[in-house]
């Protein structure tokens, strides 16, 4: 009779090997009725409140900064703040294990996280909205890096509760609506904070006024998101074994989610990080310059707007549905290999553009293709990672694939401009492009050979 480990391990694989079972695949009508379930509705909602603090503390921080006059050097030195995503592992553990007085009695040990790291961004944002950078940068630094660490906590906690809610089969759909909920708050965070502020703003130049009001409202919109905690039910991952002192306790919640996944796939492990460490490389390398890109063509504000933050961004979402129905019906190794060509090859398409020239209808469709490759491959990968997860440490191990995924291309992506300095955006993008090869044989491999024994 097989053990629960057993099983657990025989689950776990259907995600991370080619799809070998029997089983008759759903009808389109029954695989599209999916995203109308409660944990899809679930997911879409906590999606929103995972993606609404990202560009608050990034992108559109950095509008906000230099309307105010802060000087280019300044505002790149605080974008560093986005580097909490990158080590949310860290601390990944305590939200895995450890529960929180009180909270945790009344809500659940994922719940109760994911309300606490709502609140401090809901702190966070409200303290940013009363700043004022022009008198002094160190009250909204402190603020913004408080909302990335608890955008960062609810991650890990959301990743976990994600996982844990349905099994391997509805992880690709769970993941596409995540990633639906994800975007549109990204269009509210983008496009939405800059309409507020600007039908805010009482005189010329820098209002704080206006910025005041915008940042409040995206503190209440995170709203959606703890109502949607409160009125979820918990989901029951198998309990962890008692600690008996301290020692044993950290060996449960820091060195056991690693070793489990050595000893779960033993040599197989470096493939598996090998290819989560490079998987959207192409992508994260060619979004740093892109924007760049766009000015130096002549496009105007509008335009980029317009085109990318509104029209790319609905694009992203029809390619994670799309990625989401196609994982259900043909395996999810399978999208992988699709949504790390697609992306590799639409950064080509950014080539041609740069000896194009500046032509509205090119940029909507290179955008188009550009954004529905990066949501068919974004989708297929959140699944892929979510099979390769033990459901004992699920946020901690979870947490650990997130930010490996991250640290190469971004560390690469530094050097994206001194690229383009020297040889110019058309032989950039194709370098881009030519990075993706790499991943086509990795995922190739792991699909031959990523099985746990």
Known sequence: MATPQRRQRMQKSALAMPDSSPSPRPSWQQTLRIYLEPASLRMLALGFAAGLPLLLVLGTLSF??????????????????????????????????????????????????????????????????????????????????????????????LDAFRIESADARMQGALAAAYQTGYRLAMIWAGAGVLWIAARAQGAAGYDNGAWCTAYLVMAA????????????????????????????????AVVEPFADFWRRYRWQAGLILALIAVYRISDVVMGIMANPFYVDLGFSKDEVAAVTKVYGVAMTLLGAFVGGALALRLGVMRVLMLGAVLSAGSNLLFAWLAGHGHDLRALVAVVSADNLAGGIASSAFVAYLSGLTNVRYSATQYALFSSIMLLLPKFVAGFSGRYVDAFGYAHFFTATALLGLPVLLLVWLAARFSRPE
């Open 221 to 252: 919109s995170m709203a959606v998101g703890m109502l949607t905690v409160l009125l979820s039910p918990e989901p029951a991952p198998l309990a962890p074994a008692p600690a008996q002192n301290l020692a044993a306790w950290l060996r449960g």
């Open 64 to 157: 906000r900064l230099r309307e105010a006059g802060m000087d280019r050097s300044t505002i790149g030195y605080l974008s560093w703040v986005g580097l909490a995503y990158g080590f949310k592992w860290l601390w990944a553990p305590l939200v895995d294990r450890l529960p929180l007085p009180l909270l945790t009695r009344l809500l659940g040990r994922r719940r109760s996280w994911l309300l606490l790291a709502q609140a401090v961004v809901v702190a966070g944002l409200a303290g940013m909205a009363l700043a004022d950078p022009r008198q002094a940068l160190g009250p909204i630094v402190a603020c913004a890096l408080a909302v990335a660490l608890g955008s960062a906590t609810q991650d890990i906690a």
